[in-house]
Structures are given as structure tokens and as C-alpha cells.
């Protein structure tokens, strides 16, 4: 009688011992599913931040051009805005979303600065050619803020890389 009911009680603890592994299985399973989905979805919104970069980029460079051509630079004034708009929300997604990304967060940060500052040199720039000034020295500026933004987006990428690759959390 005495083995009959250590033997129950052995299959017992063992069922128990079998359920509990699988249970945290489970468990270790789901956790890892969101951690991957979570740095999934940083690395879209990264990227997301990138391409409004580039968006804005573009809105800067046609007011610019359009002043050289003589044309009304209010005409994309909403336009504008708005790809501006999209730079702030994305970066505030990524700041959101991956408040322990340092080095991302900090070069998301750089970028949009630099695309800011670019734009102000733009308007610098538009300004000049608008009054009939030359704008020798703020066409300097406009270009190596250029040159800088473009750097930027590649340490974006690298960052966002690094990033979904396991490193800098």
C-alpha cells in the first residue's frame, strides 16, 4: 500500500514538475515574441524617422529652389509644416518607444537638429536670393548643413542596426 502511494505521489510530482516546465516555456516563449516585436517595431519607427528626414529634406530643397527661380516660397509653406510635423512625431515615437536605445535615441536626436538647422540655413538662403543679396556665405552654410544631414541619416541607419541586432539597449 505504502509504494502504491509513493508511486502516485511520484507520478503527481512528476506531472506537476512536467506542467511547470512547460509553463515557463510558454512564458519565456511570449516574453521572447515581445521583446522581438517590440525591437521590431522601434526599428520601423526608426526607420519611419528617416524617411521624414528625407521627406523634409525635400521640402527644404524646393523652397530653396524656388526662390532662385523667382517663385512665391509661401506656396509650400503647408506642405512644409507638415513634413516637419512628421519629423517631430517620429522622433518623438522613437524617444517613446526605446527610452533605453541611448545611442539611437541620441542620434535620432543629431538628426533632426542638423535637418532643422538646414532648414533655418534654407531660409537664410531664400531670404538672400529673394532681396537680391548674395548669399555666397549662407549658400556655405546650406550646403555643409546638407552634407551633415545625409551623414547623419547613415549613422541613423547604423544605429537602428545596431539596435535590432541586440546591441546598445
Known amino acids: 500500500m ?19 516546465i512547460q509553463y515557463m516555456t510558454v512564458v519565456r516563449a511570449a516574453r521572447t515574441e515581445r521583446a522581438e516585436r ?53 522622433v518623438i515615437r522613437v524617444q517613446a518607444m526605446a527610452p533605453e536605445a541611448e545611442e539611437l535615441i541620441r542620434v535620432a536626436r543629431e538628426a533632426v537638429t ?19 543679396v548674395q548669399a555666397n556665405g549662407r549658400e556655405e552654410v546650406l550646403s555643409d548643413a546638407g552634407v551633415e ?4 541619416d547613415g549613422e541613423l541607419m547604423a544605429a537602428t542596426a545596431t539596435y535590432l541586432n541586440g546591441g546598445a539597449r
Open 149 to 152: 544631414a545625409r551623414r547623419l
Open 38 to 90: 517590440h525591437r521590431r517595431e522601434v526599428g520601423e519607427a526608426a526607420v519611419t524617422l528617416a524617411g521624414a528626414l528625407v521627406d523634409f529634406r525635400r521640402h527644404v530643397y524646393l523652397k530653396v529652389t524656388a526662390a532662385r527661380e523667382g517663385r512665391d516660397v509661401g506656396e509650400g509653406r503647408l506642405d512644409r509644416w507638415e513634413a516637419r510635423s512628421a519629423v517631430s512625431r517620429a
Open 2 to 20: 505504502n509504494d502504491a502511494i509513493i508511486a502516485a505521489g511520484s507520478v503527481l510530482a512528476g506531472a506537476g514538475m512536467t506542467g511547470l
Open 114 to 132: 542638423t535637418n532643422l538647422a538646414l532648414a533655418d540655413a534654407a531660409s537664410r538662403v531664400a531670404d538672400a536670393v529673394r532681396n537680391g
